[in-house]
């Protein structure tokens, strides 16, 4: 089910499956749609949250406990509904309860998403509650798709990636968007200075902020050519060999009753 809420700047749509943001637009003179439509011919998802890991598992599985677990990327949370336990003007607040069971994911645990509109902002929030008895690995991750270009009758080129610092791979505060800079799938940005990066139409200045500090990756990512959107991912861990999740780049270890709670921050200044 589709849930909205708007205040005097923006207009936002939420899927309770996944408790996915689902549109973004701007109010008030031209109206500019942010958010990636979902389009099945390219990739069907729009802003999906990665959890209980992020990326791919070595080999497709993970062990707990001589047990093997069947393991897609990036977690399973995006693909299951979540309830709607709170809706306000201009904020929607989503549960998902998840009992744990031997086919996969052994712990306990609940998982609350909230989007709080204010003024061009939105955040979303997702926190954790480990429910189990023993420590639970933990990694999360937005993979939000950026609409690009965001003005009608622009190209990719028009554009580019902005870094608040000097970040970009030739050293610079900017990254040129070019219809082969996905070829090799995403680019990953580790120990990031910068606060932020955003999606810039260059000749206007406009942009589409993600809030990056505090995460210790941040990836990129389209499809070769770029047909219509660029993910800006901020992610508390990265996929690393091995089965054991304890063990990958950056994960956290949360403790039986313990919380854990990360949010995007999204700017919409076009």
């Given at each position: 089910?589709?849930y909205?809420?708007?205040?005097?700047s923006l207009?936002?749509?939420?899927n309770s499956?996944?408790a996915?943001?689902?549109?973004?637009?701007?109010?008030?003179?031209d109206?500019v749609?942010?958010?990636?439509?979902?389009?099945?011919?390219?990739?069907?998802?729009?802003?999906p949250?990665?959890?209980?890991?992020?990326?791919?598992v070595?080999?497709g599985?993970f062990?707990?406990?001589g047990v093997?677990y069947?393991a897609g990327?990036?977690?399973?949370?995006?693909d299951?509904?979540?309830?709607?336990?709170?809706?306000?003007?201009d904020?929607?607040?989503?549960?998902?309860?998840?009992?744990?069971?031997?086919?996969?994911w052994?712990?306990p645990?609940?998982?609350?998403t909230?989007?709080?509109?204010?003024?061009?902002f939105?955040?979303?929030?997702?926190?954790?509650n480990?429910?189990?008895?023993?420590?639970?690995p933990?990694?999360l991750?937005?993979?939000?798709?950026l609409?690009c270009?965001f003005?009608?009758?622009?190209?990719?080129?028009d554009y580019c990636?902005r870094?608040?610092?000097?970040?970009?791979?030739?050293?610079?505060?900017?990254?040129?968007?070019t219809?082969s800079?996905?070829?090799?799938?995403s680019?990953c940005?580790?120990?990031?200075?910068?606060?932020?990066?955003?999606?810039?139409?260059?000749?206007?200045?406009?942009y589409?902020?993600v809030?990056?500090?505090g995460?210790?990756?941040?990836?990129?990512w389209?499809l070769?050519?770029?047909?219509g959107?660029v993910?800006i991912?901020p992610?508390?861990?990265?996929?690393?060999?091995g089965?054991?999740?304890?063990?990958r780049?950056?994960a956290?270890?949360l403790?039986?009753?313990?919380?854990?709670?990360?949010?995007?921050?999204i700017?919409?200044?076009v």
């Amino acid at each position: 089910m589709i849930y909205s809420i708007k205040n005097e700047s923006l207009s936002v749509s939420v899927n309770s499956k996944g408790a996915e943001l689902w549109d973004i637009h701007t109010l008030g003179g031209d109206s500019v749609s942010c958010l990636w439509d979902g389009n099945p011919e390219f990739w069907p998802r729009r802003a999906p949250v990665c959890f209980p890991w992020c990326g791919k598992v070595d080999g497709g599985w993970f062990s707990v406990d001589g047990v093997r677990y069947e393991a897609g990327a990036h977690g399973f949370v995006r693909d299951m509904e979540h309830s709607l336990v709170e809706e306000g003007a201009d904020h929607l607040r989503f549960r998902l309860q998840w009992a744990g069971d031997r086919s996969r994911w052994p712990w306990p645990f609940s998982f609350e998403t909230s989007h709080v509109l204010e003024g061009r902002f939105l955040t979303t929030t997702c926190t954790i509650n480990n429910l189990g008895a023993s420590d639970m690995p933990v990694q999360l991750g937005f993979h939000t798709g950026l609409r690009c270009p965001f003005t009608a009758g622009r190209g990719i080129r028009d554009y580019c990636i902005r870094f608040q610092m000097q970040e970009s791979p030739d050293g610079s505060d900017r990254l040129a968007l070019t219809e082969s800079l996905f070829e090799n799938d995403s680019i990953c940005f580790s120990n990031l200075q910068s606060e932020w990066i955003q999606l810039e139409e260059l000749d206007t200045g406009r942009y589409l902020r993600v809030a990056t500090k505090g995460y210790p990756y941040v990836l990129l990512w389209s499809l070769p050519e770029i047909p219509g959107w660029v993910c800006i991912e901020p992610w508390t861990g990265y996929p690393g060999p091995g089965h054991q999740l304890a063990e990958r780049p950056g994960a956290i270890l949360l403790p039986p009753g313990a919380s854990f709670s990360r949010s995007q921050r999204i700017e919409a200044s076009v």
